[in-house]
């Protein structure tokens, strides 16, 4: 389950810029997949589209076999109805809320009970090590607590599937070094699909299962990291891998 699926998915900007173009890859379940490739290779765009936050203009895209969102059929999922968890690179904590109110937003939202609430947030910050700094504010908390409670509020629907836009570029180099590791200690606890986006082919390399590299919109190549570095296939990935 949780297999995620594009097809021929494009996404064509006004003035004809193409940020996304014939993007097809299925997305085996409980895998971590990187999107790896140079700023504006349309990686944002991607995951937007399989969060529902941007409209694909061409091709389907599949959620466990349901599809979630085809132009050509009018068929479009909204984002709160695929279930899918979200972090961004600037943590978007809010500032006046507690920890506790930040992880608790998402579930409040979806009426969840209240008891129920308490419940799913202490559970989720045990497995984000946070727990006992559930009534802190965020200028209360490191740049890497901070961090952490995006995850948490990201995971506190249970989502299947994880989405991360370069989440720790905000960090300095030995914290990024320890989130790398937590934060795919966490899939594999939760088997979450995680779909990771990254400039950064050491952090590609090192945390995922599958890596996709994209350039200007386009699939370059889609393989393990060791099969990447061993084979590269083409100039541009051999360049690119070689130059980091
Ligand atoms: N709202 C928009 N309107 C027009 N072009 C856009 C818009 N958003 C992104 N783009 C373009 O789409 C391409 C891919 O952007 P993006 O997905 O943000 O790349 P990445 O995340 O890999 O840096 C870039 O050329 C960018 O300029
Ligand atoms: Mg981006």
New binding site residues.
Partial sequence: MSQVEFQNVG?L???N?W??ENFSLHIPNGQFVS?L??????????LRMLAGLEKNTHGQIKINDVTVSDPAQKKFTPPEKRKIGMVFQSYAVWPHMTVFENIAYPLKIQKVEKEDIQKAVIEILKVVEMDGLADRKPHQLSGGQQQRVALARGLAMKPQILLM?EPLSNLDAKLREKMRRDIREIQKQLKLTMVY?T?DQKEAFQMSDLVVV?NK?QIMQVSSPEQIQKSPANDFVKNFIDHE
Avoid: E, L, N, R
Avoid at 37 to 46: D, L, V
């Fill in positions: 996404k900007y006004t003035q810029v940020a996304v999107f490739g140079p700023s504006g290779c349309g990686k944002t765009t991607t836009d986006v400039h994209m919109g």
